[in-house]
């Protein structure tokens, strides 16, 4: 078994979910979290502006110094068969592909047990 977490765009949850529960795959767990990309602040045109004698807006400021911040996104995790891993991701990359950054990334990790708390099942039958 394996845990498919994924980081995409909040409003690209209710996709993600419904394209996965359409292909069967209708466990799966949802936060909200807060992060960031690689995306890095160009402070040249902080520079360029000030060294200028201009008046940055505030508006402009924000989005100059963006990479700074941590932005709203969701953290999705579902557990799959390790041969239906590929399907699971798949699914996951078509949806929430709009080939820019902040798309997301996708972890796989392997589950090593599973255990049902109420029975006390473990592996294939706890899931």
């Known amino acids: ?15 993600t979910k419904d394209a996965l529960l359409k292909e069967e ?3 799966l767990h949802c936060k909200k979290v807060m992060g960031r990309g690689k995306k890095k602040v ?24 963006e990479g700074h911040r941590l932005l709203p996104k ?16 798949e699914i996951i990359i078509n949806t929430n592909s709009k080939g820019k950054q902040g798309d997301g990334k996708i ?9 049902r708390v109420r029975t006390g099942e473990t592996g294939n039958e706890a899931v």
Request: hydrophobic share 50%; no cysteine.
């Open 107 to 115: 972890f796989v990790l392997p589950i090593l047990d599973t255990i």
């Open 1 to 15: 078994m394996k845990e498919i977490m994924a980081i995409i765009r909040m409003d690209m949850i209710n996709k």
């Open 74 to 89: 969701r953290l999705l995790s579902l557990i799959v068969e390790d041969d239906q891993v590929k399907k699971a991701v």
């Open 42 to 65: 160009d402070y040249s045109l902080i520079e360029d502006l000030i060294n200028g004698n201009e008046m940055m807006s505030p508006m402009l400021a924000e989005v100059v110094s």
């Open 25 to 27: 795959f209708p466990s």
